[in-house]
């Protein structure tokens, strides 16, 4: 997990409040991606940014807005937080300097999510 | 959207190797076959990724069908560390990857 921070580590909400996961890189990459993982399932992406200043849906991007602060921060926001969304949280980079090349991506940590 | 399909599970003996197949038959001529692994309670970590030829890293091998329709990830002696979820992913050209639910690997002393 090294060069990629998330916080907070865990968190727990009520239904409707409100929270921002952040996540930090120093690896200098283009592509930023935020995944979710629910219990014994794979990874599903939420949001990504190829670059900084863009942003686009993934696959599950309902409930989400994302912010690509600047290169090195890729912010997820939750509005107004729901039980479906109790899940790992996963922030992930990737050099993405040249399209197609096929580099790996590099994740966090994670954070977990409890909404009650 | 391209998917893989994998044994739900495998089990090894330590120092033996590992053979962890891998189906993608929708794969598309720009699609990478990534690997990944993840340990309990951590992130995903990268273990190799390929397009067409085989491929060797210090972690594992990648055996690459010649339609592409199929890969076979090789550990080549498994430890007790290498127990993990391993992840068969085809990669687009945006880098977007598309879990599935994995191989658990168990490995016995």
Request: aromatic letters at 10%; one cysteine or more.
């Amino acid at each position: 997990n090294a060069g990629v921070t998330q916080t907070p580590k865990f968190q727990v909400l009520k239904t409707g409040q409100s929270m921002t996961l952040q996540c930090a890189q120093d690896m200098n990459h283009n592509s930023m991606y935020w995944y979710r993982q629910d219990p014994g399932m794979g990874l599903r992406l939420i949001y990504y940014s190829a670059s900084e200043g863009t942003t686009d849906k993934g696959e599950v991007p309902n409930g989400y807005n994302v912010s690509r602060l600047n290169k090195r921060e890729f912010s997820l926001r939750l509005e107004s937080a729901a039980p479906s969304q109790t899940s790992v949280y996963f922030c992930a980079i990737r050099d993405g300097y040249l399209m197609g090349t096929g580099d790996e991506q590099y994740f966090g940590p994670g954070t977990r999510l409890t909404v009650t | 959207d391209a998917k893989t399909t994998q044994p739900n599970s495998m089990e090894s003996n330590e120092e033996e190797p590992v053979h962890l197949p891998c189906n993608h038959s929708t794969i598309s001529g720009t699609d990478y076959i990534h690997w990944y692994r993840q340990l309990p309670s951590q992130g995903p970590e990268y273990v190799i990724h390929g397009l067409t030829s085989n491929v060797n890293n210090r972690m594992a091998s990648l055996a690459i069908a010649e339609d592409r329709k199929s890969s076979t990830l090789i550990l080549h002696r498994a430890t007790l560390r290498d127990a993990a979820v391993y992840y068969c992913i085809l990669a687009d050209s945006w880098g977007k990857l598309q879990f599935g639910a994995g191989t658990q690997v168990v490995v016995t002393p």
